[in-house]
C-alpha cells in the first residue's frame, strides 16, 4: 500500500515570497483552503488506496503543508533537507522529529549544503533524478548517492517559476514520463531524452505546466494533478490511467500542489 506523509493546512498562508508565485497581498481563503486540503486527502486515501501519515501543524510554519519538502525517504533511511531560504529553516527540525519517532535512519546534511528533499529528487526504481540550481545544491547529489547508492542523474532547473524538479516533472508507473522541457537547461533535456524512451514521454503544455499539470501524484494508474489541465488528462486517459483532477488553486498561491503537498513514503 502507498503510504504518504502529509500535512494538515491549519496554519498555512502566504507570510513572505520566496518564489515568484508568492505575493503576501495575495491572502489565502482559509476556509477553501482546508476544504481544498481535505479533497485531496479524500481521493488519496479512497480513489487511490493511500495511507496518509499525518503531521501535526506548527504555528509560524505556513510552509510546512509542503510534506514533499520535508527529505527524501528511501529503505527505511530519511536524509532531511536544509532549506536554501532562511524562512523554511524552521521546518528542518519538525520534519526530522516526525522521521525519528516513527522510526527512521535520520540523517542531516552540512548547513551548506542545500537540498529540498523530494521536491527536487524523483524517480523510477532504476533512475533517479535531481533537480538543481533554484534550491537544491548539485553538491548533495553525491552525499544522496552515497547513502542509498543509487546514481543520481543530475537535471539543471533554468526558471524561477519552476523551482522544484517536482514542479516540472513527474515520472509515472509503466516508466512513463510526465514533464515540461522549457523547465530545463539543454543538457538536463537531451540526458532525459537519453534516459527515456520517447513513447515514454508525456510532454505538457505551456498553458498546463503554468497550472502545475506535472505537480501530480501518480498511485498506480491513480493520477491526482490540479484541475484546469485537459489536454494532461485526456493524454493520461489516453495511456490508461485514471486521472483526478482537484482544485488546489488556494495552495498555488504558494507555489504548490498536489505533489508538493505529499512525500511517499518507504
Ligand atoms: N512556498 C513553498 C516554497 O516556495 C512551496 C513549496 C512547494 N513544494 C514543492 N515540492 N514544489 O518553498
Not at 519538502?69 to 523554511?88: C, L, Q, W, Y
Not at 494533478?225 to 493520461?236: N, R
Amino acid at each position: 500500500m502507498a503510504r504518504f506523509l502529509v500535512c494538515p493546512p491549519d496554519h498555512f498562508g502566504i507570510r513572505y515570497e520566496i518564489n515568484p508565485w508568492m505575493r503576501v497581498s495575495n491572502a489565502v481563503d482559509k476556509a477553501e483552503s482546508q476544504a481544498q486540503w481535505r479533497a485531496l486527502a479524500r481521493v488519496l486515501e479512497q480513489d487511490a488506496g493511500a495511507k496518509l501519515e499525518r503531521m501535526t501543524p506548527v504555528p509560524g510554519l505556513p510552509d510546512l503543508v509542503f510534506t514533499a519538502n520535508a527529505g527524501v525517504v528511501h529503505d527505511g533511511t530519511a536524509v532531511i533537507s536544509r532549506f536554501r531560504h532562511p524562512e523554511r529553516r524552521r521546518e528542518e527540525e519538525h520534519f526530522a522529529q516526525w522521521f525519528k519517532e516513527h522510526g527512521y535512519r535520520v540523517i542531516l546534511l552540512d548547513e551548506e549544503c542545500y537540498f529540498e528533499g523530494a521536491g527536487d529528487l524523483l524517480g523510477f526504481p532504476d533512475a533517479w533524478f535531481g533537480g538543481y540550481r533554484q534550491r537544491s545544491d548539485i553538491k548533495a547529489h553525491r552525499v544522496l548517492s552515497e547513502v542509498y547508492g543509487k546514481e543520481i542523474l543530475p537535471l539543471e532547473l533554468v526558471t524561477s517559476r519552476f523551482y522544484h524538479l517536482d514542479t516540472c516533472f513527474c515520472p509515472l508507473g509503466n516508466g512513463e514520463l510526465l514533464y515540461y522541457p522549457p523547465a530545463f537547461d539543454a543538457y538536463a533535456q537531451a540526458a532525459i531524452a537519453d534516459r527515456v524512451d520517447e513513447r515514454q514521454r508525456i510532454v505538457v503544455s505551456h498553458a498546463e505546466a503554468a497550472r502545475f499539470a506535472c505537480n501530480a501524484v501518480c498511485v498506480e494508474r491513480h493520477v491526482v494533478l490540479p484541475s484546469g489541465c485537459p489536454e494532461t488528462m485526456a493524454m493520461l486517459e489516453d495511456r490508461g490511467y485514471t486521472s483526478h483532477p482537484l482544485d488546489l488553486d488556494q495552495f498555488l498561491k504558494s507555489g504548490g500542489s498536489a505533489k508538493c503537498l505529499t512525500l511517499a513514503l518507504d
